[in-house]
Every structure is written in C-alpha cells, then in structure tokens.
C-alpha cells in the first residue's frame, strides 16, 4: 500500500498544507480575503474531479449545485437565525441529494448526452431561484448578516478545505475509487467485474454535488451575498477547466485548477498587455473579451502542451528527479 | 385556428434554425466523434463576419450572406486541422475540453474585436408578414426554413451523389479501409467541419434576424436547444436532427403560447430539456437513431 | 521677568498647539493627503454589462480637467489636491466586486468610492463597506435600496433617480393624462423591472386597475414575441416597457412586426438614448417609435438644441483631449462626466483637512445645481432624504426627426423611502 506514489502524493500534499498554514503571515488581508475564494473553488472542483476525472462522467452542472448550497446557507442564516457554520453540512447534503437524484434520470446517458443533460441544471436551478423570489430574494439576490476580514475568510475557508480534501481521498481510497476508475475506462468491464452501474453512477453525482454545495455555502459566506447569476453555466466551465488544467484525475492537482480559476481571469489584461507589446498594442486589454481570450488560449495551451495538467508536469519532474524509481 | 397556423409557422422557422445547427453537431458527431461545445459560437463568429461586412464595409445582405458560407467553410476546415487533429490521440475527454477552450476564446474574441453592445444583422424579410386572410405569416420564419431546407438539400446531394460525398461518408464509417482505398481521411475529416461550419453560419445569420438584435453570447441558448434536437433525432443520424429541431421548434412554440402561465419564456428551456429527458427514458437512441443494445 | 515668561509661555503653547493641529493633520483620512485625493469605484469593464464602461472614462476626462485646470482658489485639482481616479473591472459579478473592493479599500486606500456600478455588484459590498465606514456614494443604479435603506446603512447613497420613483411619475402622469385608458405592462423579470413596475402602480394610485396585463421578460431572451402578442390582445391602448436596451430592441421590433401600434408607449429612461433608439428605429419604423414617452434628467449632449451650452460644450472638449478614441456620442461617457461634477463638489464640500465623517455629511448636505442636467434640477439631500437627484423631465421621440423633446415642465418623484 504504502507504494512510491503513495509517498509523492503524502509529500506534496503536507507540501501545500504547510504553505497553507504558513500564507497568512505574507499576504495582506486583501490578499488573504481572494486566497479564501480559492478555498471555495477547490473544495467545487474537487466534486468535480471526484465525478469528470475519476468516474469519467463531464459535467457541466456544478454551479447548479454550489447554487443549492449557497442559498440553504443565506436563507438559513439569514431568515432563521442560524450561524452560518451549522449550516455548512446541511447545505452539502441538500446539494448532495439533488446530484443523487439527478443522477437516476441520467444513467441512461453517456458522454454527449450526460454532458448536454448536465447542462441543464444550472439553467433550471437559476431559473427556478429567480421564480421564487419570495424565498430566495430573486433576481436581485440577497445579502448574509456577516461581514467577514480577509483574514477571517481564510481561517473559516482553508481547514474546511482540508477536511474535504481528507475527505475526498478516503472516499476513493477504497472500492469506491476503483469502481469510479473503472466506470471511467469500460463500462462493459466494470458491469462484468460486480459494479453496480446504476448506485456508482448515482453516488459518483451525489457526490461531487454534496462537495459542490459545500464549496457554494462557503462562496455565500465568504462574498456576503448571494444572487442566482452567479452561479450560472460559465461557473461550470471555469470549475472543469480548473480541474482539467490542474491534471484530470489527481486531486492535489486540484489546487493549481483552483489557483488558475481564481487568478488568470484576474491578470489577464495584464498579461495581455504584455503580449501584445511586440506588436504595438493594437486592442486594448481592458476590453470586454479580452480576459476570456486569455482564458481561452492558457486552457489550450494546457491541453496541447500538458494534457496531464500541472498535477502531470510535477510527475514527470519529479519521475525525472528519481531516475531509479520503479513506480510500483 | 389563426393562432395555431402563425405558431406553427414561427415554430417551424425556429426550428429551422435549431435543425441546421443540429445537423453541424450531427455531421461533426458522425465524422470525428467529438462533440463540439463550440458549434454556435462558431455560427456567432460567421454572423459578426457578416455584420461586419455589411455595417462596416458597405456589402449588400446577399453577397456577404455567400461570401461569409465561404469563409466559415475555411474557419470550420482550419479549426479542425490545427487544433482537433493533433488532440484527438489525448483522448475524448481532452478533445471535448479542446472545444470548450475554443468555445471561451471565440466569444471572447469577438467581445474584444466588435465590444459587445447590441448590433444588428436584418434580413430582407426581417419583420415582414404576409397575410393570408385573417393569418399572419411572418416572413422570416418561412425564409428561414426555405433557407435552412434548401442547405440541407444541396448537402445531401453532395454526400449521396458526388465523389467527393462517397469519400466523406466513407472516412466517417471506416477510416482504415477508407485509407486504404486512397481516400485522405484526415482531410475528409476537416472538409467535414468545414460544412459543419457553413451550417452553423447559416444558423448564426438567420437567428441574429429573427432575434432582430444580437450580442456575442446570442447563440449560447440557440445551441442547447441545438443538443436537444440532435440528441432527440439520435445524435447519428441527419434527418433526425433536421426532424427533431423543426419538432423541438413547433413543440415548444405551441405549448409557450397555450400553456402560458407555466410554460413562461424563462421556463422554456428547462421544459425542452425535460422533455428530452423524457424521451429518452422510453427511447435512449432518440426518435431516430438506432437502438445499439449493450447486454450487460 | 513676567514680559519674558509671558512670552515663553505663548511660544510653548503655540509651539503645542502647532504639534497636536500637525498630528491630526498627519492622521488624515485614508485616500487624502496633502496633495491627493484617492477615489475609486468598480464596473463592469468586461462580460454582460460591458456596455456601461465608457462611464468610468467619462468621469476620468472630468477629473483630469480638474487636475489641469486652475480654479477659482487658482489652485489646480480640489483645493491643490489632486484626484487620483482608480477604477477596476468587475465583470458585473458580485464575487469579483468583493474582492476588487476590498482591494480599492484595503490596498488602494481609496478615500470613498464613486459611482460605482450595479444593483447587484454594489449590493454584495454595502455591508462591508458601511462596516468599514467607508462612504459608498453616488452608486451608478436606480435601484431603489441605495438610498431607501439610509437609516440602517448610512454610508451607501445612489444619485440619480431611482426606478421606482420613475415609474411612479409615469403612473401619475398616466393617471392625469390617459385616466380611461388601459395599460399593459412588458417589464424585465428581476429587481430593475419590478422597481418600475411598483413605481408605476404607485404613481397610478386609484387608477392602478387601468393596469390590465404585465408580461415578464429575461433580460437575456432571445425573442419577446410571446409578451408583446399578449399584450396587443389585452386592447391595451397605453405600453409600459421596462427593461434594458436588448430586449427594448426587440419589443418595438416585436410591434412592429405584429404590427401593434399601442396609442402610447412609456420607455424607461434607461434605454432612451440615442444609441438605442437607432437601433430600435433600424428594427421597426418611425411611425411604432413615434411619440414614445420617457423622461431624463440630464442634458442630451447630441442634441443641436445644446450645442452651445458651457457644459456640454466643456465635455465635447475634454473627451477630445483626454479621451481622443472615445465615441463621445455615446451617452455614458456624458453620465460619467456630469456624474463627476457632483464628486469634485463633495470633495470641495469637505473643506481644509478632509475626513470620511466629513464627506458623509457633506453628502447628506448637497444643495446645488448640476450644470450637465436639465435646466432646474437640483442636487439636493437632506437627513431625511437620501436622493441626490428626484426631478426629471418628460421627454416625448419625434421619430421623423429621430430626436427626442421635452415636454413640459420639471417633475418631482420621490424615491421610495
């Protein structure tokens, strides 16, 4: 059990925790308070990895679900009096129900037709959000109670991610993990070797909704508010691009998608500017578009460059750094 | 009565324009097995081409209506070879996040390029009507399924009677022995794209009329509606995509207009899709596809 | 002896107070200083609402006239300080408007932020900011809660008029003009649309029975066929339409082509201008446009009528030198410009050694004219009334001559406080 992999996967991950841990003392608490947004990112991203890298399953339909958990937190807290820490698991679960109940209609579909199918909830669930308005606020959102620091934000967001992250590995530790990777390579060879097609399928998307409702509760928390906007379907994108660009399939690499999301839309003019210095500036980096343009090319380039993500460059180093190891 | 013919009529129209661009995933489908997230925003590129030759360099509705066909055919045929072509060993997965990067970056393009304010690209028939007694056809709509119809036509032609259509349909079905009896596969495979794009483009243009104004994200919701149709004709075959998008436009259409209350316009697309999911419980292949059975 | 003393005693105490007056000084407000005042705001520079962006440029052109011109004191800037205008995009999205404030405040140590954009956007930040006491002034919306909500969020203030007060004038102007006639409503399906629609119930009073349909639009549809063909079967001789520019195109576009020609339309102020009303004419005709019936509270700064007015004339000159690519044709950049004036008159109101404190109050203090609105309409705010701006005037389209007139004499609305 305790293969070379296993030793890789154990150091880079007490690797991040430490800087984790040790992050505050640099950052002001405007840095501290965007830091906490990637928290909120990663544990979304991990549901994802958990159900598009691992059981193979693309979906576009995790903001839908961060919706659900964001908005059992704010009306909880907000018009009940909870204290929004309590209602963090329950807006997990409330997610993690609707992912598993969306996941029965939708063991009929593969590839094409479970992406397209997925697609769907955040559309109906914001449509959904936007009609009530009577309980959600409606299109105009709604705000929480607290107010949070940067620092506060970090604190709350970062040990809650870790936890997931635990979570998360424990889960696929086991047969669990297996049956998904096995799902994901032949569904003919799963059936054939005992998997139940029909409960992995449906728990592989209870799942990721229930890490998706989390990370949506803490969204809530750590922005003050809430609107169904929001969590519309260029969410979803962002997170699966995340998560292919920090390595399908590995959840440390997770963090990298997490950090890309959080921060390449954010420097993009800046990084336009700099690339359109050889050729005399001809468009504005300010301009509408041109943040997603950058966003666009880095993912392509991701995916001709490094398939595996960031999460497969650190292996490739490091198998480069290890020349006599035989990965068991 | 009167109601229902003009309903049906707006139906069909776009259900036209969901048919065409259904059919460029179906085509693209068939060819590569990819899907392409990026189909409408391709047709949305086409449309800001003809805007721009129309409002900015003078042309007349027509011409640039041809000459963009042209150069979306070239667009489609250039994607494909620099940017599926040399993905499509990483997998499906990666090809699929391919088209997904290009669907972020065209919109993003044509944001920076054309800033994103509300332009228009009017058809000659835009708005009009014709009356025929007390029923009011608009125009537009039965321009865009003539249109759409005639597209289709001239594609299957092509792909029944031409060489050129022989190799096409061969490289889809079997690329090995196709390349065994000299046919180029790969560049059947971006001739392929390069039609799927010409009918995207065709989407493109007929929705920015019937929309009357349009924006860098106006095919976003064109292009699920375009999922649905292909998926409900069975994502493999042509004449379910046609059939399914001219069913998906009318049915829609009809149960906006008589059941109002429920089936609000925001309500719409949700209703579309849970249709569609309906369908497939009781026919997984669609209206039209073949039912692969997979005992397991 | 006691000459000397004496002496001795008044230097010490001038020298002490000297020290204490210096180390107020020394503690000044963040974003102020000797020769500076920081400001700044967030808009959606980029995504969905991208069209508002000239607005941050338009304020720019005023604040750099300011730095480079002298005024009355002979002194470049506000009172020899300089305004330092840092603006960042938001894509209109609340989680980014979060962030990019916190780095306005925290980072960036703006003084106050000005005319920053969007209900939603602004509404993620009111809590930080009124819990950082940091004042949120002359926010770039109509919604009504900048403003309504003063009491318990004293720092966040809107400008211009808000929506609800709005609709409420064209509801008693309906009530007055058009008692009889039936009404039929085609309002934007989220907190914009309903404010206009509230408003306009509001103002209609007894009559509000006169409303007999509403028809709810997204602001993002791709076709509003559904919502106009109801409303032409409702017989309403009177259209209510209450959105943002896309689906106010594609309303008249809509009429025309059903050919509904309603006796009047009212046309919310936003979607009024000149940029939108030709595209509204390109999609449909004179004929459907004509007559249509709005109200504005600004100068229009295309409008021949104005050509020679100081003001506009000072904007078309300034946009020329700071902003030479702009299209100063379009009117946000006009709003950003006449916007900026009512914040070098607060930065003015806040005197020697300017504070937060002093700002607030200064904003609950505003009695003056804007020389870029109508003729008449009055900044004024007081402690109980939080709305810088509540007269507009009711403009009427002339679609023949593609301009839009006024038409009587100034309104008062009253926001909904």
Redesign the interface.
């Known amino acids: 059990m305790i293969t070379r992999r296993f030793v890789a996967g154990l150091v880079a991950t007490l690797v991040a925790a430490a800087v984790i841990l040790v992050l505050p003392l640099f950052l ?3 840095h501290e ?2 830091f906490a ?1 990637v928290a909120t990112f990663f544990i979304a991203a991990l549901g994802l990895q958990i159900l ?1 890298g691992y059981a ?1 399953l ?1 979906s576009l339909g995790q903001s839908g679900f961060m919706l659900i958990g964001a908005y059992t937190t704010t009306i909880l807290s907000v018009d009940h009096g909870w204290h929004e820490l309590a209602t963090i698991p329950l807006a997990g679960l409330l997610a993690g129900i609707a992912g598993f109940l969306f996941g029965f ?1 939708a063991l ?2 593969r ?3 479970l ?3 997925t ?2 909830i955040p ?2 669930v914001i ?1 959904l959000a ?2 009530y308005s009577d309980f959600t606020g ?4 709604k ?3 607290r ?1 949070l620091t ?1 620092h506060e934000a970090y604190v709350l967001t970062w040990p809650i991610a870790g936890l997931m992250f635990v979570l998360a590995w424990l889960l696929l530790l086991g047969k669990l993990g297996r049956s998904f990777r096995t799902i994901r390579e032949s ?2 060879a799963a ?2 070797s005992g998997v139940n ?1 029909t409960v992995t399928k449906t728990l592989a998307f209870g799942i990721s909704a229930f890490f998706a409702g989390v990370g949506g509760s803490l ?1 809530a928390i ?4 809430v ?1 169904p ?2 969590f519309s ?1 260029n969410l979803s ?1 962002l997170l ?2 995340g998560v ?1 660009v920090g390595g ?1 399939g590995s959840l440390v690499g997770v963090v990298f998608g997490a950090l890309f999301i959080e921060y390449v839309p954010l420097y993009a ?1 800046d990084i336009l500017s700099w690339a359109e210095k050889p050729f005399g500036s001809p ?1 504005d980096p ?12 880095s ?2 380039l991701v ?2 460059l490094a ?1 595996y993500g960031v999460a497969g460059l650190l292996r490739r180093a490091y198998k480069s750094l290890a020349p006599s190891s035989y990965t068991h | 009565m009167a109601q229902f013919v003009q309903q049906v009529v707006a139906g069909l129209g776009d259900g036209a324009i969901y048919a065409s661009l259904a059919l460029a995933l179906v085509l693209i489908y068939r060819a590569t097995h990819v899907i392409n997230f990026a189909q409408g925003e391709m047709g949305m590129v086409s449309t800001y081409i003809a805007y721009a030759l129309i409002a900015h360099h003078g042309w007349s509705y027509w011409p640039a209506f041809v000459f963009t066909l042209g150069v979306s055919f070239l667009g489609g045929f250039a994607i494909h070879e620099t940017v599926i072509r040399p993905l499509h060993r990483a997998g499906e997965l990666t090809v699929v996040m391919a088209t997904i990067a290009l669907l972020v970056i065209l919109n993003g393009l044509v944001s920076w390029i054309w800033q994103p304010d509300e332009k228009i690209l009017l058809s000659p028939l835009a708005g009009g009507t014709w009356s025929i007694g007390s029923v009011a056809i608009p125009q537009q709509s039965v321009y865009d399924l003539i249109v759409v119809l005639v597209c289709v036509t001239l594609l299957w032609l092509l792909f029944r009677y031409t060489k050129l259509g022989l190799a096409l349909r061969a490289s889809a079905v079997d690329p090995s022995a196709s390349r065994l009896l000299g046919v180029r596969v790969p560049w059947m495979l971006s001739i392929g794209w390069g039609f799927a794009a010409i009918l995207s483009a065709v989407a493109g243009m007929l929705a920015a009329s019937a929309q009357f104004i349009f924006t860098p994200g106006f095919m976003q919701v064109t292009i699920i509606y375009a999922f649905a149709a292909a998926i409900l004709g069975g994502l493999e075959s042509p004449v379910g995509a046609v059939v399914g998008g001219l069913t998906l436009g009318v049915t829609i259409n009809l149960l906006g207009t008589y059941f109002p209350g429920q089936i609000s316009p925001d309500m719409r697309l949700p209703v579309a899709l849970a249709l569609l999911l309906l369908v497939l419980v009781f026919r997984p292949a669609g209206l039209l596809g073949r039912t692969v059975v997979r005992r397991v | 002896m006691r000459m000397r003393f004496g002496l001795l005693a008044a230097m010490l105490v001038a020298a002490a107070v000297t020290c204490v007056t210096a180390l107020a000084g020394a503690q000044a407000a963040p974003g102020v200083s000797k020769t500076k005042f920081v400001i700044g705001g967030t808009f959606p520079l980029s995504g969905p609402a991208a069209y508002y962006a000239p607005i941050p440029v338009g304020m720019k052109a005023y604040f750099t006239y300011i730095n480079t011109r002298r005024g009355a004191d002979h002194k470049r800037g506000v009172a020899g300080r300089q305004i330092v205008w840092k603006y960042y995009d938001d894509g209109y999205n609340p989680a980014n408007t979060a962030q990019q404030t916190r780095k306005l405040v925290e980072e960036d140590k703006v003084f106050a932020t000005f005319g920053a954009l969007g209900t939603e956007p602004q509404q993620a930040v009111v809590d930080y900011m009124n819990d950082r006491k940091v004042p949120q002034l002359l926010v770039s919306t109509g919604a009504t809660e900048f403003g309504a909500r003063y009491r318990e969020k004293p720092y966040s203030m809107g400008w211009q008029p808000d929506y609800f007060a709005e609709g409420k004038i064209y509801g008693k102007y309906a009530a007055q003009n058009w008692p009889t006639k039936k009404i039929a409503v085609l309002y934007q399906n989220d907190d914009y649309g309903k404010n206009y629609l509230d408003g306009l119930r509001s103002g209609l009073g007894a009559k509000d029975s006169n409303i007999i349909t509403t028809q709810g639009f997204g602001a993002t549809d791709a076709s509003v066929a559904q919502q106009v063909v109801a409303a032409r079967q409702s017989g309403a001789q009177v259209v209510a339409i209450f959105g943002t520019p896309s689906p106010t195109v594609k309303t008249f576009a809509t009429m025309k082509a059903v050919r509904y020609k309603p006796e009047q339309v009212i046309l919310n102020s936003v979607s009024a201008n000149d940029y939108v009303m030709g595209l509204a004419l390109a999609n449909s005709d004179a004929t459907t446009l004509d007559g249509t019936i709005s109200t504005s509270y600004l100068l229009n700064s295309n409008d021949p009528k104005y050509a020679s007015n100081a003001f506009v004339k000072l904007y078309k000159a300034q946009m020329a030198k700071w902003a030479p690519n702009a299209d100063a044709k379009n009117t946000f950049f006009y709003y950003g410009f006449a916007k900026a004036y009512d914040v070098v008159k607060l930065l003015q109101a806040t005197g020697k050694n300017p504070t937060r404190a002093k700002l607030l109050n200064a904003a609950r203090h505003m009695n003056w004219t804007n020389p870029g609105a109508l003729k008449g309409v009055k900044v004024t705010t007081s402690a109980t009334d939080p709305f810088p701006i509540s007269q507009v005037k009711l403009i009427k389209y002339d679609g023949n001559a593609k301009i839009w007139n006024e038409l009587g004499s100034l309104i008062n609305g009253r926001g909904g406080t």
């Open positions: 002001s608490d405007t308070y965007r947004f598009t193979g693309i209609p009929r579909l590839g094409a037709y992406a397209l199918a697609f769907a559309i109906a449509a936007k009609k409606g299109g105009g959102g705000n929480l109670t107010v940067g569904e003919i059936v054939s097609l969204y750590v922005i003050g508010f609107n906007d929001t379907i994108l699966l691009i292919v399908l003019p468009l300010q301009r509408a578009g041109a943040g997603a343009a950058v966003y666009g090319f993912l392509l995916l001709f398939p």
